[in-house]
């Protein structure tokens, strides 16, 4: 995932990501602060996940959440 599209999207996922990893805190979801690293650390941090499995984690999140961001926005057929 691209780090500029992770910060720019920060602020609809830093709900979700709550609700994700339910270990992080509101201050470790401050702290990463749209931070791609950051967040990676704390998920290394928080749940003993390798840097790698933690960045692949990331990425699986936040691509189902666009996903399911573009199925509500596109209008049905015929409407």
Known sequence: ???DIFEGKWKQIRGEAKAWWGKLTDDDLDRAAGKLEVLAGLLQ???GYTRER???EIDKRVTEFEANLKKKTVPAPGK
């Open 54 to 56: 933690a960045t692949d």
């Open 45 to 47: 941090e928080k749940y």
């Open 1 to 3: 995932m691209n780090k």
